[in-house]
């Protein structure tokens, strides 16, 4: 059985393959998009296992640009979002199942094993209507997170429904498919099991998917929407990027920076917690494996130093996670040293440095201070994070900076060491789904930020204090 599994963290992505490989799978490892859509052109997959965050856009647009293609491999999302509303979007875009990170190995395995075995038989295919799920395989049904229990008629009667979910389907055709009755039979045992359905699917609160058309039968799944020409009621603003940029100029004009702030900052958050759930998921797995394999697998040294790697990634992911959210105190001035600053932000990062994953170069001038907005601080505290997060390669970090003028350039540059087998992260592929975040949120200390065209160097041009005040 073949398996194509997308997922641009490599480390996680070598881990997941041979171990899907120890459990007989034959399994080809894609990194980015070209090579996952190279690969489906050369090679028709039984499954692809798919990374949310994969690619420079969103997993879930590439899966649905493969449905609109016409792929209609079985697809199984991984992803650090467990929100009920992610799960939900991913299955209407064309997903076949979804699971959470840091997951179990063996639950992977075996949903994985799932996938493949109703891609053979599609009597075995799970039915989904909103955030309704039937499995015929094991006679479940849920709605969201809540299990529904039900007889074996009303289950029969359901699955119906499912399987033509968004269509009509009469009342004979129900009495003749769940109950092999006669077309001329008048009995009202449909409606009777239709409603003990309603009662259990469709609690208080929640959205209606059984719905009646009178004098015909039922439908199961939400109405199709009426276009009935223009709404009388005048519509409300939606928010633009060019919105929310002049709520943060007049947010940043007060005292009070944090509505502006919030927003952005709660995204770059979440966005850490994505990169954290992947050496926590390798960190699990690999444990998992060993408990598994105990008597037969030979430790290798270099799994041993990959597996400790990760372990540093998820402590500095951690850290930085709660320096982001760290409630700061009101600066009392408005500058700071800029080397105090760093002395304490790479505090938070020391067991990288400690292991060799991070060598420091520090050209900064100890005269230049900066702004004290403690924005600035979260900014680097969030470069940082999310270059440890996603490279388990050691890097030496170049960090430099120039005042002149009010205005201080500080420098971010990296590089692998020269025999290093991987490549140094590139700025873009760091930043490129929060850049907008992270732009917002430099303006709002009236700072710049600059993705060098070297690929591998971060410029922040920030407020600072006038060399001559400082004489």
């Known amino acids: 059985m073949s398996i194509l599994l997308a997922d ?58 493969l449905r609109a293609e016409g792929v209609g491999t079985p697809v199984m999302v991984l992803s650090a979002r467990n929100r009920v509303d992610d799960r939900i979007q991913s299955l209407n875009m064309g997903a076949d199942d979804y699971i959470t990170k840091p997951f179990s190995f063996q639950e992977l395995a075996a949903r994985a094993n799932a996938l493949l075995r109703r891609k053979i038989d599609p009597s075995l295919n799970v039915l989904r209507v909103e955030n309704l799920e039937l499995d015929p395989a094991t006679r479940k049904v849920h709605r969201g997170k809540r299990e529904i229990k039900l007889s074996p008629k009303e289950f029969d009667l359901l699955f119906l429904l499912m399987r033509h979910a968004g269509e009509t389907v009469n009342r004979q055709e129900l009495l003749r498919e769940s109950w092999g009755l006669a077309l001329e039979t008048d009995s009202n045992l449909v409606d009777v099991y239709v409603n003990y359905l309603r009662k259990k699917i469709d609690l208080p609160g929640d959205d209606k998917l059984i719905h009646t058309v009178r004098g015909v039968g039922y439908r199961i799944g939400r109405p199709a929407p009426v276009h009935s020409g223009p709404s009388p009621t005048k519509p409300q603003p939606t928010a633009s990027p060019e919105s929310f940029a002049d709520d943060v100029t007049m947010a940043t004009a007060s005292t009070d920076h944090s509505a502006a ?64 959210v760290r409630e700061a105190p009101t600066p009392a001035a408005p500058w700071i040293s800029l080397n105090s600053l760093l002395d304490e932000i790479f505090n938070d990062f020391l067991v990288l440095i400690h292991s060799g994953l991070l060598a420091l170069d520090r050209q900064a001038a100890t005269s230049i201070e900066i702004t004290s907005n403690p924005v600035l601080r979260q900014l680097i505290v969030l470069f940082l994070s999310k270059l440890v997060g996603r490279n388990t390669t050691p890097l030496l970090l170049s960090v430099k900076a120039q005042a002149q003028g009010g205005q201080c350039t500080l420098e971010f540059a990296w590089k692998t060491n020269p025999n290093a087998q991987a490549a140094a992260p590139n ?40 060399q001559e005040l400082l004489n």
Not at 17 to 37: F, N
């Open 8 to 65: 641009d963290d490599a480390d996680l992505a070598t881990f997941l393959s041979k171990s899907l490989e120890s459990e007989g799978y034959s399994v080809h490892t894609a990194l980015d998009e070209d090579a996952m859509i190279a690969e489906l052109r050369r090679q028709n997959y039984k499954l692809i296992i798919l990374d949310l965050n994969f690619g420079e856009t969103d997993g879930l647009k590439l899966l649905e640009k």
């Open 261 to 324: 702030q919030q927003w952005p900052l709660r995204a770059l958050v979440h966005s850490l917690a994505h990169d954290l759930a992947q050496p926590l998921t390798s960190v699990r797995c690999f444990l998992e494996m060993m408990d598994m394999h105990n008597s037969k697998t030979v430790l290798q040294p270099e799994d041993l130093k990959n597996i400790e790697l990760q372990a540093d990634r998820a402590i500095s992911l951690v850290k930085g996670i709660s320096a982001l």
């Open 427 to 466: 700025a873009k592929s760091i930043l490129s789904k929060e850049l907008g975040h992270v732009q917002e949120l430099a303006r709002s200390i009236g700072g710049e930020l600059i993705l060098s065209d070297e690929g591998s160097k971060i410029e922040l041009k920030i407020p600072a204090a006038r």
